[in-house]
């Protein structure tokens, strides 16, 4: 039996709670208010049933006990997500390099998929995809 869960939440430790409250906002993401906010946590929603809860490293660490990984020589994981159209891929990216973020790479066509990424300001890396169901189907 497989398990499935109602809502997921993922945490990652940031350097400025209100300035990546800011990035993530201005990417078009909103504040979950069923979570207080505060100088050390903001939980921002970035789909059905799914949220990152943005945290200082200390209270990460805290949950943890284990240091954070240094995302300048390090990739700790990539976050993807898909959107509706290549055209919302292309503005996710290039609002997140105007708002402070670094593209990575340039964008990728694969036919049925288009995909290109970005790297938030504590260097987490985001990958943002459209599906082309027809293609991949096809």
Do not use: C
Not at 107 to 130: C, K, Q, R, S, T
Request: glycine fraction near 6%; avoid cysteine; aromatic fraction near 12%.
């Amino acid at each position: 039996m497989a398990l499935m869960s109602t809502f997921t939440s993922f945490n990652l430790p940031v350097n400025n709670v209100e300035q990546s409250k800011a990035f993530f906002t201005g990417l078009g993401f909103e504040l979950n208010p069923q979570f207080p906010e505060n100088e050390k946590s903001v939980a921002i929603v970035i789909g059905d049933n799914l949220q990152v809860m943005l945290l200082t490293k200390e209270i990460l660490k805290s949950l943890t006990q284990k240091e954070t990984v240094d995302t300048e020589k390090y990739a700790q994981m990539t976050i993807a997500l898909a959107f509706e159209s290549r055209e919302k891929v292309d503005e996710i990216v290039n609002t997140a390099v105007s708002l402070g973020g670094k593209s990575y790479e340039e964008p990728e066509d694969y036919g049925f998929m288009y995909h290109w990424a970005f790297e938030d300001l504590d260097g987490h890396m985001w990958a943002i995809n459209y599906m082309n169901t027809d293609a991949a189907q096809g």
